[in-house]
């Protein structure tokens, strides 16, 4: 364990002594958040990022040493276990590394390799690597094993060849040089599968491309792959690029000087030198080729996780509208716009269907239900879903404002996300909270509530299903959700949940409780009433004095008998509240919120044995704005008159848009016709960039200019530099200088020779905005 909290204090580049103590509270049962928000003296202040990355290589190297564990008993009952064997095993600071080392001693089938040792030829493959000069021929007819398939001299000979190449392709040295050779200098190598040309067509920008595999972004990766599998794309890796003559791979080389074969002319070397050949080309090859493109989709789901974890924390801490009566309008044709108007609490008072849109053009009408409705429930929001039809009932809104503006002046409307609302109206939880309700009008009620609360409404819905990643079916599903519930907890925990108004589905992401403990959270408050005090929350059933620590200091309590209840001071720290206010000759509840009081104390005269200095700098903090909610403040989008469908769109038309999705490539963007527009990384800033988060973020509102518009494949480029000209190629940002990129004879990392060159926008013809399109819709 020592060794375990040393390299992961080396990893995170902190003293040992907080990687200790971490490890001793989550071991304990404690939560990330808890630790990072209230145990900051032991982790002297490591955040949640570090906190959760330190959670994680603890897991895999707890594995991992169990896997040690596993292998130094394999092979100790095998009596092959050496003092250096074990030496190097104990020293392997990696799975691979792991593995390679048991290679040679791993039970496996039966190889040819094995079968030429059970008929006696491993002392055939011997002698040829010690003596040089033998006759090949000569020698394995001693060796022939009629009996056991080997009836003459050439079937022998292979069989030693077979010796030999598992003996080469299991050395573990040898297998950490080629890798290092491949890290280095392999380039990864895409085609068209033959006959593939047009079903093929959105992968074409990968029908003949090469770059160097270490440097392909996650996006180009999840591609190609994505490509691979659905049988559109070959994808290869060329260990040697520079080999243009195809003559012997330089991984050929480094087998021979690995077991100094110092290979010549003669008999035995040349038949030597299909042994290294065939190593290589047959065993080794195949498996680095399997191992890297491992590693490729491991890093490119990793990143895409990434991704996704940060457009969903953007997403979740978006600004709240705040407690304000709504009116939540679902869109649709056909079939009717739903409607749903929940009060200030979040609840449900009223529903309805109204037809304004063809083929019934209930307009008139439902102008005056809308209008009727909003009066009588003094309604002060009303959020447009961004579906089918969302322009036209923004336009239906808009009347609807203008008839009323009398009697609510201050009624404002906004175009919502209705990313999940399908999801969620389906759901069990819906079920639950609604069952006597129809489908459709729950997706409106979470269309107005998630205007209300950002946070509060999504946490309803499976984060996957709210769409704000790159590829997300492309990845690891476990992992996409151990990362995305991460995100939702920190979220939550973040911000601090009022207990008397919260849903079962927000308190289970509480830190310390779960679902079973959410219900009968919300079971004893429809029982008892509301909750008066944190205390309270112990006669809460199954909610033992665990996660009653982990999860009261993110319970707040408004008009609590304690005014701490409603901050997030934890009830651990009351008594230190309680000295600070008798030393200042204050009560508790004059203290909260006397900012002029609360700046004048020095936190160090009341750091005790309990309560180091973070704690209390935490505290007065909070006592001078309690309750504060981290989020930012409440904005809107306005959209641009007359312009509706992908048709109304121009170049050179300047819109204001709400950003919906950021990738590695680039950034989506709504400006509210039906068909997001993507500003490229190249179009965001005049600056050179690699990271779009760096510029935005989901749910940003930002001005971008029409660059292109390509209505048939609904393909919308934007930019966010409003000096740039459609048509025009745009200014290049600066780069970082490369210098590898001088030396002679260095060669470009990527190169497509059969693709034409691209317009300045090129990037709206790449397979990925394809896809991500595609995956969207």
Avoid at 110 to 117: D, E, S, V
Wanted: hydrophobic share 40%.
């Amino acid at each position: 364990m020592q060794n375990i909290a040393q390299l992961i204090a080396e990893e995170l580049n902190v003293r040992l002594q907080q990687v200790n103590d971490t490890i001793t509270l989550l071991d304990d049962g404690a939560t990330v958040p808890f630790i990072a928000r209230y145990r900051k003296e032991a982790t002297c202040g490591l955040d949640d990022a570090q906190l959760r990355t330190l959670n994680s290589r603890l897991g895999y190297l707890r594995d991992l040493n169990e896997r040690r564990n596993v292998i130094l008993s394999s092979i100790e009952a095998q009596s092959k276990l050496t003092p250096e064997l074990k030496a190097a095993i104990n020293a392997a600071d990696s799975k691979t590394r792991l593995e390679d080392l048991y290679l040679p001693y791993k039970p496996k089938r039966r190889t040819k390799g094995l079968i030429a040792i059970e008929a006696g030829i491993e002392p055939l493959a011997d002698f040829l690597l010690a003596n040089r000069g033998a006759d090949c021929e000569v020698k394995a007819a001693e060796f022939i094993n009629a009996d056991a398939g080997f009836t003459d001299s050439k079937s022998v000979l292979d069989g030693a060849r077979f010796i030999l190449m598992e003996r080469f392709a299991e050395d573990a040295e040898l297998l950490q040089k080629i890798r290092t050779h491949v890290k280095q200098n392999a380039v990864l190598e895409s085609r068209m599968a033959k006959g593939k040309e047009k079903e093929g067509a959105k992968f074409r920008d990968y029908f003949e491309h090469s770059e160097k595999l270490t440097k392909v972004p996650s996006h180009r990766a999840l591609a190609m792959l994505r490509g691979r599998n659905e049988g559109m794309l070959s994808l290869s890796i060329n260990a040697d690029p520079t080999n243009e003559a195809k003559q012997a791979s330089y991984c050929e080389v480094i087998i021979a000087e690995h077991f100094k074969l110092g290979l010549k002319d003669s008999v035995v070397d040349q038949w030597l030198k299909t042994v290294v050949s065939a190593t290589w080309r047959v065993k080794i090859a195949l498996q680095m080729e399997t191992e890297f493109f491992g590693r490729m989709r491991d890093d490119a789901e990793g990143e895409a996780i990434n991704v996704f974890a940060r457009n969903l924390g953007d997403l979740l801490m978006a600004a709240p509208a705040g407690a304000k009566a709504t009116l939540g309008l679902d869109p649709g044709l056909r079939s009717g716009v739903k409607v749903a108007i929940v009060n200030n609490t979040g609840k449900l008072v009223a529903h309805t269907t109204i037809f304004p849109h063809a083929p019934q053009k209930q307009w008139d009408k439902s102008v005056r239900t809308l209008a009727n409705l909003a009066k009588m429930h003094k309604v002060e929001l009303i959020a447009v879903g961004n579906g089918t039809a969302s322009r036209e009932t923004d336009k239906l809104a808009a009347e609807l404002i203008t008839m009323v503006k009398t009697e609510l002046p201050s009624l404002t409307k906004v175009m919502v996300s209705e990313a999940g609302a399908s999801v969620y109206s389906a759901s069990e939880l819906a079920s639950e909270e609604f069952p006597d309700i129809d489908v459709s009008i729950r997706g409106a009620v979470s269309i107005a509530r998630r205007l209300q609360d950002p946070l509060a409404e999504l946490v309803k819905i499976e984060p996957k299903a709210i769409g704000v990643g790159q590829y997300q079916h492309d990845v690891s599903q476990s992992m996409l959700s151990t990362s995305l519930e991460a995100v939702v907890e920190d979220c939550v925990n973040g911000v601090g949940v009022d207990v008397n108004m919260a849903s079962a589905a927000l308190l289970a992401q509480v830190a310390g409780l779960n679902k079973t403990l959410a219900r009968n959270i919300v079971a004893h408050r429809d029982e008892q009433g509301r909750f008066t005090n944190r205390k309270s929350l112990l006669k809460v059933a199954r909610l033992g004095p665990k996660a009653y620590e982990q999860a009261a200091g993110f319970l707040r309590i408004s008009d609590a008998e304690n005014p701490l209840d409603a901050s997030s001071v934890h009830p651990e720290a009351y008594s230190l509240v309680e000295t600070i206010a008798s030393a200042k000759q204050q009560s508790v509840a004059s203290l909260v919120g006397n900012s002029e009081l609360l700046t004048s104390i020095d936190a160090k005269d009341f750091i005790t044995s309990d309560f180091g200095l973070p704690t209390v700098t935490d505290i007065l903090a909070e006592l001078d704005k309690p309750g504060r909610d981290p989020r930012g403040e409440f904005k809107t989008a306005t959209f641009k008159e007359g312009v509706e469908q992908i048709n109304d769109l121009k170049p050179d038309m300047i819109l204001e848009g709400v950003v919906t999705n950021v990738t590695n490539f680039g950034a989506f963007v709504d400006v509210g016709v039906h068909q997001d527009g993507l500003v490229h990384i190249s179009s965001m800033t005049d600056k050179f960039i690699d990271d779009p988060h760096k510029v935005v973020k989901a749910g940003d509102i930002v001005k971008v200019k029409v660059m292109e518009v390509d209505a048939e494949r609904r393909r919308i480029g934007l930019s966010m530099r409003l000096t740039d000209k459609a048509g025009e190629a745009p200014k290049t940002a600066p780069r970082p200088s490369n210098n590898a990129a001088k030396h002679k004879g260095a060669k470009p990392q990527s190169h497509n020779k059969a693709k034409p060159k691209q317009p300045a926008n090129a990037a709206m013809g790449n397979a990925f905005a394809d896809a991500f399109a595609k995956l969207k819709k």
